[in-house]
Structures are given as C-alpha cells and as structure tokens.
C-alpha cells in the first residue's frame, strides 16, 4: 500500500489545518489507518487512528477535543482536522496503514510526511 500525506503549513497559534493522507488500492477499507507526528528531537508518537475494528476513533490526549480523524472509502483518502494549533503541535506528520487486526498505533505501512508549523 502507498499513501501520501499533504495540507501542512504555516499557521498562527489557534488556527487550523486540514491534513489529508491519499492511500492506493481499497485501502481504507482494508486497514486500519492512523496519524503520527515526529517533532525536532523527538520520537514519533501516534495522534490518532481509525479502523473498522473499532467503535470510534482513538486520540492521543494531547490533541483531543482539538483534532478529528475522518475517512472516505470512496476516495480512499484519510483526513486530520486540526483546530486550535497549538505551537507544540509543531511536527512532522505521516499517515500509517495497519493490517487488518493489528493496532492502528503501529503501522505496518508508512507515506511521507507533511511539515505543520505552528507560530506562536
């Protein structure tokens, strides 16, 4: 499976981005697909997940009530609405794909990243 992240920018304190994250073939209806971001320095850590193997989508406490995950099957797309930016949500963000039954914390498939760069 290929995926391919884009949407990041430039963005003031409390503003919003919309990231989007392109996958091939039946994608999401096939895997699990999530949200990462790696800051300067950092480890890359998960931001969100959705599969259809569970109820509802997953977060990371750091962004929730901020950001929503949503997918398309029809455009075999995945989306990351993020609202009220913060300057520590500055990062690098991928999107991963899961294997049927396996965690969307830990893809088995990665795309590129797309750099989000919050001013404060």
């Known amino acids: 499976v290929q995926l391919q992240a884009s949407g990041g920018g430039l963005v003031q304190a409390g503003g919003s981005l919309r990231l989007s994250c392109a996958a091939s073939g039946r994608t999401f209806s096939r895997y699990g697909m999530g949200w990462f971001r790696q800051a300067t320095g950092k480890e890359r850590e998960f931001v969100a997940g959705i ?3 569970i ?6 406490e750091s962004v929730r009530g901020r950001f929503t995950i949503s997918g398309e099957s029809a455009k075999n797309a995945v989306f990351l609405q993020m609202n009220s930016l913060k300057p520590e949500d500055t990062a690098v963000y991928y999107c991963g794909a899961s294997n049927a039954g396996e965690p969307v914390t ?7 990243g797309t750099l989000v760069t919050v001013s404060s």
Do not use: I, M, Q
Request: glycine share 6%; net charge positive.
């Open 55 to 60: 109820s509802s989508p997953l977060y990371a």
């Open 51 to 53: 599969s259809r193997t």
């Open 106 to 112: 830990r893809p088995n498939y990665w795309g590129s």
